[in-house]
């Protein structure tokens, strides 16, 4: 389990693909000295084993199954990205429940600014903006945000200037594509009406 809340921003050192199969190595200091291999991290929002944690780096496996449901597999060299170690007991729980459960892509429309912060626009399938709503939650990324509106088939979130400094949201450009987790409870919410 996650908040949504970045601790860290990686780098990639590595992503090699091979067989329908991605192992990454992130440098990531800070989140490698509290970390150790079996251990969850969020890695822009996709909850990962750490499978090798040396000299403050990190290594990961993303299988077929998180690879057609995430942007990892565009990973390169040099590519930051945002990072959180599960949440835990008695931790603050700063953002919303997130699982690291990526349930699909959007797709960047626009990212502009206003004063210090900044209007990020984010198109996404049907079946994701159902659970969608007004100051809801949804994790871009990993990073838990609030919804300001809905606006035809996507939604707007509302920037402050901390999030565009600590995060990877500031480097969106229109057509980037980004994993997005829907509110873990509005799912629990329609399935329980369904029955």
């Known amino acids: 389990m996650f908040t ?4 860290e921003l990686g780098r990639v050192l590595a992503a090699d693909n091979g067989a329908g199969s991605l192992r990454l190595r992130v440098a990531a200091a ?19 084993t750490a499978t090798g944690v040396d000299d403050g780096t990190l290594e990961f ?34 953002g919303h429940f997130v699982q690291g459960h990526v ?32 100051k809801g939650s949804v994790a871009l990324d990993g990073v838990s945000l609030t919804i300001a509106a ?5 939604f707007e979130i509302a920037l402050v200037p901390f999030t565009l400094e600590h995060t990877t949201l500031s480097s969106l450009r229109p057509g980037d594509e980004v994993n997005v987790e829907v509110d873990l409870l509005a799912k629990y919410a329609e399935r329980l009406a369904a029955s």
Not at 4 to 7: A, E, L, M, Q, T
Not at 30 to 48: E, R, W, Y
Not at 124 to 129: C, H, Q, S
């Open 4 to 7: 949504g809340i970045v601790r």
């Open 30 to 48: 800070q989140t490698a000295a509290f970390s150790q291999p079996g251990d969850s991290i969020a890695v822009a929002g996709c909850c990962l």
């Open 61 to 94: 496996d993303a299988v077929p199954e998180t690879l057609a449901r995430t942007n990892l597999g565009r990973l390169e060299a040099g590519a930051e990205v945002n990072l959180e170690p599960a949440l835990r007991a008695g931790e603050p729980l700063g």
């Open 103 to 134: 349930d699909g892509l959007g797709r960047v429309t626009a990212l502009d600014r206003e004063g210090d912060g900044a209007r990020l626009r984010i198109e996404v399938e049907p079946k994701l903006l159902r659970y969608c709503v007004e």
């Open 150 to 154: 809905l606006q035809g088939n996507g």
